[in-house]
């Protein structure tokens, strides 16, 4: 067997490997506890690792077993792959570009709007029937409930350091002045109008702030946290994708080489 295939088998083995963050990465956003009340990125990074995964195995195949036309559809399926791949790495990259929190004075921890994100993560949680399956799921976590075990004194609570969700979904906005009483139970002061979130409010454990634009706002800006962690992955693989897919033309073509050599060199002799 030609070195030139030996080299192609081994390559494609590599881009079989680097299929794996690429399912890791949309495996791990599944299973977090906002991201899988949302299901918005996950299946399709997961969909894209493991066609990576098949057309690598494809190629794998074909270049041991000196398959030329599998070895063909791989080099075509894999570069729609990359490209696809490029797509997404870009497209996570330009919707969590924006958004972050803001200090509120005497708070630790930071409060968010949700005119501060992306157009497309706003259309995600603004839509009624959409916030209302995510909501529901929200109201089942422990994300809140888990702030009452740890603080019990307002001085700790606003020192403390919040996940934008919790900030967000667990109490009322900073602005709205509303008494602490514990993290999820707060005093209304007699006049809520500063904010629509201060009066969507309510000390029932199963609503809190779920309905607050404030939530809405928490929840997107922790997507674009565990996003941009899966987009660094993302990338690394694209970018180890394309060096594999270079040096692999590069061997198919010296393969192709030798065998127009051979059959020529048969020929003459």
């Not at 066609?51 to 190629?59: F, H, K, M």
């Amino acid at each position: 067997m030609p070195l030139s295939n030996n080299v192609i088998g081994c390559i494609n083995f590599i881009a079989v490997l680097l299929s794996l963050p690429v399912i890791g990465a949309g495996i791990w956003l599944a299973t977090g506890t906002v991201n899988s009340c949302v299901k918005l990125l996950q299946w399709p990074v997961i969909i894209l690792g493991i066609l990576i995964l098949l057309v690598g195995l494809a190629g794998f195949i074909g270049g041991f077993w000196r398959i030329t036309w599998l070895l063909v559809v791989y080099l075509i399926a894999m570069l729609i792959l990359i490209v696809l791949l490029g797509v997404l790495v870009g497209f996570i990259y330009m919707v969590t570009i924006k958004g972050s929190g803001h200090p509120e004075p005497s708070r630790a921890y930071l409060e968010y709007s949700l005119q501060d994100f992306s157009g497309y993560l706003r259309r995600r949680v603004q839509r009624s029937y959409k916030w209302d399956r995510i909501r529901t799921c929200l109201s089942t976590t422990t994300i809140c409930s888990e702030l009452n075990q740890r603080f019990t004194l307002a001085l700790d609570f606003f020192n403390a350091h919040l996940s934008p969700i919790q900030s967000g979904c667990c109490k009322p906005p900073t602005k709205c002045g509303f008494t602490f009483v514990n993290p999820t139970y707060w005093i209304s002061p007699i006049d809520m109008s500063a904010d629509m979130d201060c009066l969507q409010w309510s000390n029932d454990q199963n609503t809190l702030c779920y309905s607050c634009d404030s939530c809405k706002a928490g929840l997107l800006a922790n997507l674009k946290v565990d996003w941009l962690k899966a987009d660094v992955f993302l990338l690394l693989a694209l970018i180890g994708l394309i060096i594999v897919y270079i040096i692999g033309c590069c061997a198919f073509r010296n393969a192709e080489t030798e065998d127009i050599f051979r059959q020529y060199k048969q020929g003459y002799t």
